[in-house]
């Protein structure tokens, strides 16, 4: 059984930043493979940024040179530093593991509006 606890969602304004965290606990092994998603009103759950092994990422295009994924392994724990942040990066945001079924969190809302 694999948990993930999200956090620091909120409310921000456009070019304002804010970091997410997502802890995972239970039969995880690694973080390696963690992501985050967001799903905003009428629209389909999609992929933000995957933490690979070692230093590898990767990032949707609409995020790229503004979100940064990293992690803390001691900590099982994953964060997404998200800057420049624009309205259309109000979404749900919501941590994911794949160990055989999908995990995920229960999702944090961010919002970008002046």
């Known amino acids: 059984q694999v948990q993930l606890v999200e956090s620091g969602g909120g409310l921000v304004q456009p070019g304002g930043s804010l970091r997410l965290s997502c802890e995972a606990s239970?039969?995880?092994?690694?973080?390696?493979?963690l992501g985050w998603y967001r799903q905003a009103p009428g629209n389909q759950r999609e992929l933000v940024a995957v933490i690979g092994n070692g230093d590898s990422s990767s990032y949707a295009d609409s995020v790229k040179g503004r979100f940064t994924i990293s992690r803390h392994s001691a900590k099982n724990t994953v964060y997404l530093q998200m800057n420049t942040l624009k309205p259309e990066d109000t979404a749900v945001y919501y941590c994911?593991?794949?160990?055989?079924?999908?995990?995920w969190g229960q999702g944090t809302q961010v919002t970008v509006s002046s």
């Open positions: 994911h593991l794949w160990r055989g079924i999908d995990y």
């Open positions: 239970g039969s995880i092994f690694s973080i390696s493979g």
